[in-house]
């Protein structure tokens, strides 16, 4: 009896999560987001757009070794402005191993110049974390410096950690719609979403987000970058982010429904379980009343 080859069709709308870490690293080092990207380091610096872009350099992600015994540390992504240093992370989670070993990075960055001698007193050294998980309020960029307990003084203003709210403009999207967005909420809400559909039409009208969203398609035609993401983790990724939206909704239709779209997309029980936090038992009864 011939094998019977069953062609499954390719979800042409769909793209990889941008906030992954290699698609992410990807755009942030693209020469066509390089206008962005110093838009956005402006709005948390001193320095002026034209300043970031003409002087901004990217550096080795491997921060040296003090010494042999030290484990390796690599961060996202390393730029510098003019001997400033700028740390980029990507965070799509709030767990505080992570946050912890970023945090690590950017001392390093600092307690590193100094030891070796480098001059720190007028050199700063910025982590800008991109959350998609909302850590704090509803600020887009919540700025952290060393304080004393009245918050009138600074202890090393060349030291900041800046925190960028990514959910705030995803749900004001949600919401809104995209006339509501500035030009910044629409390029974090960019960097979230997995439809090409409304990347484009979000980037519609503005040559600079037409670039970012130019990139993204195109890493998503990328082989090299397709190949380490098969299309089970894909699905995997898009039914969290599915849940994320309900759960910010507060709909239990919308999680009944996003359970229903697994089953039918024959993903186990098991699987299902793990991804909603519904009990198997929860899961049957949603699957009896599609039979």
């Known amino acids: 009896m011939p094998t019977v080859k069953i062609k499954i069709k390719k979800d042409t709308d769909k793209l990889i999560d941008a906030m992954s870490d290699t698609p992410f690293k990807a755009i942030i080092q693209h020469p066509d987001f390089r206008k962005t990207l110093s838009m956005i380091i402006s709005q948390v610096t001193l320095y002026s757009e034209s300043y970031i872009y003409e002087n901004l350099r990217f550096l080795d992600t491997e921060l040296p070794a003090e010494n042999s015994k030290e484990k390796k ?54 982590q800008l974390n991109f959350n998609t998980i909302n850590r704090f309020d509803d600020r887009i960029f919540i700025d952290f410096q060393m304080r004393d307990k009245t918050g009138k003084f600074v202890d090393e203003e060349n030291f900041q950690r800046i925190h960028i709210n990514m959910s705030k403009p995803l749900d004001k999207y949600d919401k809104m719609g995209i006339e509501s967005l500035s030009k910044l ?104 009343e599609e039979n």
């Open 73 to 126: 540390k690599i961060t996202d992504i390393l730029a510098t402005v003019k001997g400033n240093i700028i740390n980029i992370e990507a965070n799509k989670s709030a767990e505080a191993s992570q946050l912890s070993r970023h945090n690590v990075y950017h001392h390093k960055l600092m307690y590193g110049r100094y030891f070796r001698g480098d001059e720190i007193d007028n050199i700063d050294v910025i």
């Open 185 to 288: 909420e629409k390029i974090l809400v960019m960097f979230q979403i997995t439809s090409k559909r409304k990347l484009r039409e979000i980037a519609k009208g503005d040559s600079d987000l037409e670039d970012m969203a130019k990139i993204i398609e195109d890493l998503n035609e990328d082989e090299e970058i397709i190949g380490q993401y098969d299309s089970e983790k894909l699905d995997k990724r898009q039914h969290e982010l599915d849940l994320m939206y309900a759960e910010r909704k507060g709909l239990n239709e919308g999680i009944k429904q996003i359970v229903k779209n697994m089953l039918k997309s024959k993903m186990d029980v098991s699987e299902i379980t793990k991804l909603t936090g519904l009990s198997e038992t929860e899961i049957e009864k949603i699957k009896s």
